[in-house]
Nanobody, 121 residues
């Protein structure tokens, strides 16, 4: 199965910004919301943000609301996560996946490699 490809992570100081990208070929996000999820060491994967297919609705975890902005460009099969005012607790591997609301689309298992975000305090 086709996997999304996440990029844009890196090492940044607290208060800094990063912009993540999610590229997906063969339209795996076609007609689905796109979600970003993250997994910190020793923790379960958690929801970060999601955006509807049309881009008209977006959802955010309380922990990132007001700091992160999700967007997508369906013509390019690409999604983005703009992360501002980063905190050390944002350190994690970030993944994108098709979503239903704030949940991974049922049956989706083709996770990409993710992109590492490390925020130093």
């Amino acid at each position: 199965q086709v996997q999304p490809v996440e990029s844009g992570g890196g090492l940044v100081q607290a208060g800094g910004s990063l912009r993540l990208s999610c590229a997906a070929s063969e339209g795996i996000f076609s007609n689905y919301a796109m979600g970003w999820f993250r997994q910190a060491p020793g923790k379960e994967r958690e929801f970060v943000a999601a955006i509807s297919w049309s881009g008209g609705r977006s959802y955010y975890a309380d922990s990132v609301k007001g700091r992160f902005t999700i967007s997508r460009d369906n013509a390019k099969n690409t999604g983005y996560l703009q992360m501002n005012s980063l905190k050390s607790e944002d350190t994690a591997i970030y993944y994108c996946a098709p979503a239903t609301g704030t949940f991974v689309l049922r049956g989706f298992a083709s996770w990409g490699q993710g992109t590492q975000v490390t925020v130093s305090s």
